[in-house]
């Protein structure tokens, strides 16, 4: 190969070299981080919450005027709701996955214990929730209709039996079977203990940031905030919609002293959720496809230019003997070295660059195999730009050795 | 060595055909030095070029070195430029990007030998032409005189059995001129058949042969041609 003299023939026209290296480095380093980053949205973004999001909507009631009774309101309501039409199951909620707002409190196991053993959030529900909510039991029993109570600001009361997820139950007691095991969720100098009846595959916290996003505690209990009280209510397969469309005004009409809002759709609430992360790989994404068309445009460029500057240059190595393949051949390896030069140094960029995102933005380390799948793309991405000037050059005739001046 | 017969090569454009060989034949043997001279425009440059295989002929026959070039496809004509042909042009056409030394590799490494091959042939080309000391340099860093030396060394590196000249001291002064037209005469000395344009009556009448080619024809062969016989070497000039 001739490896040397275009290296040497290179090596004359360094600000071009310089240029088109750099921006093949600053590619690699930009594509391999952004890639990396959107794959951890992306990642974070495909985390199952534990309940159906396809078939479920919430909708709140506020009560308002002398002599509301919101304890009433709630237990009619959710006996309402499970009457319409189209509806599988529904049940008093104080709040759901995804929506970013809830309680959440630090658990012990034993009533002198200072440091939580983990934080979790709580699930004020009926017996109708694991079947609203789509939830898989996996150990234990359900609640009991009988077992529902209510919990209010003043008045602290703990359940005496709460359902866990199996996350947080291998948390609390591990490797040991959760069910019948106590532990405190409330205040432990003034409180109960409360027992696990059950444990649920999976249920997340409401908070999408939460790092401790598995551990969840459902309550047998009605939360009224005030006079406020919020519904979710899951759907036959397919008939969301067209129960959403009714709920309002059955609601409404059923109890004229409150007001009804907050209709929407689980699936709106991730998409709520998850927005912003959403655009950011949105946005990300549009940068590495805006990157890698400006390189492979600017590797067209500069060879179209250089096939220009050389046309004698070309028709003279004709006429010495050179074959139309050993001319694509040396326009390909002069591509194949400026890239390599400019991933050599985009390697060290793509470092530097994922230890400043790992200093100011909490990133995780880029992993390993990032930089050799990007060197791969961008030799491909090099050649197949640099084909076309290439296959003009060698189309280049001999005759021009002698015909141009 | 070089034989046409009946040649014929037509320019077509959209607009017009440009007969510029028309019934052109030439015989030229082994060891000959032709000097082909003519007006402008009368064809020297196409005949040179398909001489050279560097263009495609549209009618005619011809044969190089007893090998009929007519059907054969352009790997198979490159192959023979790099085995059998050297060329020098009137523009020198070294490559500037290039020092000396790599510019006599370019038809070596077409040829494919090997490193330490291509290295003795390049020292001993360059030798030849007495600019050995200057390998490292670049062709901008050199006379014009000198450029065209270091082309006819790239032309005499790979051992061609015919040297193709087209107006090689066009763009030489007289002086410059006479010392490439020194080297010529010496590389023929030495066995290598060469034609060369040329519009320098001066230098035409140096070659052995003359062959004067007007609106795409051979009007006059010249002499009979005839060996030259073996002079005294003179020394070479530096
Ligand atoms: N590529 C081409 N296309 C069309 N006409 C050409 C081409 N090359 C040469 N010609 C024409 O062919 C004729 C012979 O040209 P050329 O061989 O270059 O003459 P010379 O070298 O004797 O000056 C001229 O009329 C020239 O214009
Ligand atoms: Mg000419």
Redesign the pocket.
Known sequence: MEIRPILSALMRSKVALVLIGLQIALTLAIVCNALFIIGQRLERMQRPSGMNEVDTFAVTSSGFGEGFDVRSTMEADVTLLRSLPGVAAATAINSLPLSNGGWSSGLVLKPDQRTPLASAAFYFVDAGALDALGLKLVAGRNFKPEEIGYRTMNDNVTPAGVIVTRALAEKLFPGQGAVGRQFYIDDPRTTPPTTVVGVVDRLQEPWVDSKEIEYSVLRPQHLPYGNSSTYLVRAEPGRRDEVMKQVEDKLAAANPSRIVRGLKSVESVRAEAYAADRAMALILGAVIVALLTITALGIVGMASFWVTQRTKQIGTRRALGATQFDILRYFLTENFLITTLGLLVGAVLTYAFNVWLMTHYESPRLPWHYVPVGFLCLWALGQIAVLGPATRASRVPP?VAT?SV | MLAMKHLQKV?R?HLIE?H?LRDFSIHVREGEFVAVT?P????????LNIAGLLEEFTGGEYKLDGVDVGGMNDAERSRLRNEKIGFIFQGFNLIPDLNLFDNVDVPLRYRGFNAAERKRRIEESLGRVGLASRMKHYPSELSGGQQQRVAIARALAGSPRLLLADEPTGNLDSLMARGVMELMEEINRQGTTIVM?THDPELAVRAQRNVH?MD?QVTDLGEEPRLRVPASPEPMPA
């Open positions: 005759a015909r | 320019y454009t440009t510029a003519g402008s425009g009368s064809g020297k440059t196409t005949f344009v080619v795409g």
